[in-house]
């Protein structure tokens, strides 16, 4: 083998040849997409013919390329295909992805840029089929969907997500949509206490199957005696609708979900602490909390696919004795 610059029929130069046959490879051409997923090419040369036998190899190679627009447009399509995927993927609980025609790929939905939030996630349950979501939450996997991310908005009161503002960008960090959706056969949150339900010294609160059989393991009905509330009264009552001076030891979500302690970053790592929050009620503890505060109690669950999900404290009473 050697290499030397090489003179072709016409005189031009194609580089040093290598193996004796075949020129340098050309330059990549330009990108065939002028957005999203396109192919370019190069070649190369057979210069030396010392025999009669072709040069040994492929002149043209081609490889794929992703070409970003200048403004990432938001995607119009008339019917948005979806999907729920993940490492530990369960029906009805993944991370969200729809497929963009645009680029030919299925694209994870950014947990960050995007504010993901209930609502989002409560349409998009909807849009798969399900009856709605019980929490959403965000999840760092690795990306194996190409370069792009999209961002969803929706209001909350649509239906699918061929409603909502979806946003096609480029990716920046792997930080991605999670819902747990709920599913027929599975119960809906309870009802609130009532004050009586014609028993004396009871209170009462009713659940009901999503899909509106009778096919839900356990009870649709629970009862619980005024005169134990009393016992532990200066412990678990609180006065704010908001929940935010609960200070009781509920330590469960509302869907059953067993919270993770205040004081540890896992699975969940998080910033509320007692140092962020000192008057949260906070602590080396998992009970239900409410220390920003938003709409009720809540903790993170040790369930590493769900994130946080509310608490079911009860009503809040008028006053609290001591």
Not at 191 to 197: D, G, H, K
Not at 206 to 212: A, E, F, L
């Amino acid at each position: 083998m050697y290499n030397q610059d090489v003179n072709d029929r016409d005189g031009a130069t194609y580089g040093n040849v290598v193996d004796d046959t075949w020129s340098i490879w050309s330059s990549w051409s330009d990108c065939s997409a002028t957005v999203g997923l396109g192919y370019r090419e190069r070649n190369r040369h057979c210069v030396r013919k010392q025999t009669r036998d072709r040069c040994l190899g492929h002149p043209i190679q081609f490889e794929k390329c992703l070409t970003f627009p200048e403004e990432y447009p938001v995607i119009s399509l008339d019917k948005v295909s979806a999907r729920l995927d993940g490492p530990q993927y369960v029906a009805g609980n993944g991370t969200l992805q729809l497929f963009v025609e645009l680029i030919g790929k299925w694209v994870g939905v950014n947990s960050d840029l995007g504010q993901w939030d209930f609502d989002d996630g409560n349409v998009a349950c909807k849009h798969l089929g399900l009856p709605g979501a019980t929490s959403v939450w965000t999840s760092s996997v690795m990306d194996t969907h190409g370069h792009f991310q999209c961002t969803v908005n929706c209001e909350g009161t649509e239906m699918t997500l061929n409603d909502c503002e979806i946003n096609l960008m480029p990716a920046t960090r792997d930080v991605y949509a999670g819902i747990t959706c709920l599913n027929d056969g599975e119960w809906d949150v309870w009802s609130s206490w009532s004050q009586n339900c014609n028993i004396d010294h009871k209170q009462c609160r009713t659940r009901s199957c999503i899909d509106g059989s009778d096919n839900c393991p356990e009870t649709s009905e629970q009862q619980r005696v005024i005169y134990d509330l009393i016992k532990t009264y200066s412990i678990e009552c609180y006065t704010k609708a908001d929940g935010s001076d609960y200070r009781g030891k509920l330590s469960t979500t509302e869907h059953g979900k067993v919270c993770q302690k205040w004081t540890v970053q896992s699975p969940h790592s998080h910033d509320r602490t007692v140092a962020n929050y000192p008057n949260g009620g906070l602590g080396d503890h998992n009970y239900c909390r409410n220390p920003e505060p938003v709409v009720m109690p809540w903790c993170y669950t040790i369930d590493p696919a769900v994130r946080w999900q509310y608490c079911d404290i009860g009503d809040p009473m008028s006053t609290c004795g001591s």
